[in-house]
């Protein structure tokens, strides 16, 4: 039996979780730049607003139900994302963590435990300790979880915990589940099946095996037979390594010169050396991107450029210079920028690196600086130790202003108790 554990709108549930004075009011999480609504809870939902809306758009209603608005506190939430997960780790040694708030736990290897009561266990200690509330769902597979779990954050009879063992309780599930809402099935997908008259996930259970493969693939058929209980999607308890890696973000206010995308360049290409040691990496490859704002009245410009590395590094000095050089080769005068990107690829193991015949990289002296780095940041926080191309002041900084402290990882932000 495989256990599905969600966190409820966690963004807004990781605010609540320190500030006990809104933990019954409408609460809304922003994305970059303050720019629309990514976590909202069931007050705000009830409300009418939905995933996506556009904060200027929701200013009025804000004033008039005292809506708690919060600008997105990444550092906060991936650590109360790391505080669940390990409480989770206190029931099962056998954990996937699939998201940054979404788990699955093998709790199939249990003789004669009551299922039920060890969900209710695991959502009561997880609120206890953490003080995020979780939705369990437990099926014989993980895309039956899935929908275990949807189905216990609906139901109020659930309250948040469904175990879909006996073979009528997962029929009805599966024909209370639209086709939409199956893991894995996209809009096309979608679509093409309600064409056949598939609306929901029994009907679809249904159909032939060969029927499934030739319009689904391989894929759609492991689909099916999760969908009738037979496991095909085994746990990942070994996160997989990443293939490339992407850091980029929307500016707080345009930035119109070279300097300044040179910096924030800088300090993406940073951000994936860190990100390439962290998982014992060097990358082959980088490409850097810069948009302008395709929404804004003004003249519009988009480029790209991919660099081939001459040896594979990931080490912050040799990424920014290269990084830097392909934000040369595409930078246009006259236009005002809203994002620049940079992506690392060809990823090859830190200890099996091929250089090149004439490589003037000194790999020994580069592994020793970045551990240097890495450690001195480690103890006196981010960036005490940077490239100068990374800047001082960094003006195109994300827009937050509605930003809470970050009460778990930061000392000048720890919660005081006053007598």
Known sequence: MIALVDCNSFYASCERAFNPSIRHLPVIVLSNNDGC???????AKALGIKMGTPYF?????????????????????????????????????HIEVYSIDESFLDVGHFYKKDLHSYAWQIKERVLQWTKIPISVGIAKTKTLAKIANRLAKKSPKAKGVLVLQEPAHVEAALKRTEISDVWGIGRQHTNFLQKYGIHNAYEFTQQPDAWVKKHLTVVGLRMLRELRGEPCLELEEVMPQKQNICTSRSFGTPVTTLDGLLEATATYASKCAYKLRQQASCAAAITVFATTNRYADTPQYYNSKTIQLPDPANCDL????????????????GFSYKKVGVIVSDFVPENNLQLGLFSGIDTGKHKDLMQALDSLNSRYGRSTVKAA??????AWTLKREKLSPCYTTRLEDLLVAKL
């Open 57 to 93: 758009m929701l200013k009025e209603l804000i004033k008039q139900h005292n809506i708690q608005v919060f600008s997105s506190n990444y550092t906060l939430y991936g650590d109360m994302s790391n505080r669940v997960m390990q409480t989770l780790s206190t029931f099962t040694p």
């Open 37 to 43: 609504v990514i976590s909202l809870t069931a007050e």
């Open 389 to 394: 191309a990374l800047g001082i002041t960094n």
């Open 318 to 333: 040799y990424l920014i210079k290269y990084a830097n050089m392909a934000l040369r080769s595409i930078y246009r005068e």
